[in-house]
T-cell receptor, first 115, second 115 residues
Framework: DAGVIQSPRHEVTEMGQEVTLRCKPI?????LFWYRQTMMRGLELLIY????????DSGMPEDRFSAKMPNASFSTLKIQPSEPRDSAVYFC?????????????FGNGTRLTVT | AQSVAQPEDQVNVAEGNPLTVKCTYS??????LFWYVQYPNRGLQFLLK??????LVKGSYGFEAEFNKSQTSFHLKKPSALVSDSALYFC?????????????FGRGTSLIVHP
């Protein structure tokens, strides 16, 4: 099992540019989460999906952020336009059990720097 | 509502000494409790969980945690610390019934083990 795969590992972009982060969850996992980690705010949940359907996007900071899950093996988080305050590490995580007994499996993250 | 607190931002311990990383939680009913570890430039990795049963839970890398319902705590422990245990540790909680599926994470505790 390759685990949760995120790409790219690092992204450096200029303010105003569009950024797309990608995630491949573990096969068979039907829950997918997007988190953002910063020193100031810690680990923040942005959005999560169940069976490819967005369930709760209340953590998405603003309309510049959007997430999709077109199929069970792929999800994207898009920022358009990007701003310097979006600089953070973005994590994708997946899990299988709806009752909450199973832990989340995290990818190694995408470190985003917006200049 | 569910919440979790990690009262220490940083814990320092000498190699070979026992270590404790504290976690307290608040839920309406019964909790599922988890500990994760994050090494530099990596995602969170699952260490151990309490679901039900024995209050002392053993996990990866020699770590264990004790569930104390009366004190609403789930402290992480290890009898003899290693320098390689230096990392960021997160406690997470989810209520066993009702509410949202989303686990709540603490802000993390940085463990530094000195040679």
């Amino acid at each position: 099992d390759a685990g949760v795969i995120q790409s790219p590992r690092h992204e450096v972009t200029e303010m105003g540019q569009e950024v797309t982060l990608r995630c491949k969850p573990i096969s068979g996992h039907d829950y997918l989460f997007w988190y953002r980690q910063t020193m100031m705010r810690g680990l923040e949940l942005l959005i999560y999906f169940n069976n490819n359907v967005p369930i709760d996007d209340s953590g998405m900071p603003e309309d510049r952020f959007s997430a999709k899950m077109p199929n069970a093996s792929f999800s994207t988080l898009k920022i358009q336009p990007s701003e310097p305050r979006d600089s953070a590490v973005y994590f994708c995580a997946s899990t299988a059990t709806p009752e909450g007994r199973s832990p989340l499996h995290f990818g190694n993250g995408t470190r985003l720097t917006v200049t | 509502a569910q919440s979790v607190a990690q009262p220490e931002d940083q814990v320092n311990v000498a190699e070979g000494n026992p270590l404790t990383v504290k976690c307290t939680y608040s839920v309406s009913g019964n909790p599922y409790l988890f500990w994760y570890v994050q090494y530099p430039n990596r995602g969170l990795q699952f260490l151990l969980k309490y679901i039900t049963g024995d209050n002392l839970v053993k996990g990866s890398y020699g770590f264990e945690a004790e569930f104390n319902k009366s004190q609403t705590s789930f402290h992480l422990k290890k009898p003899s610390a290693l320098v390689s245990d230096s990392a960021l540790y997160f406690c997470a909680v989810r209520e066993t019934s009702g509410g949202s599926y989303i686990p709540t994470f603490g802000r993390g505790t940085s463990l530094i083990v000195h040679p």
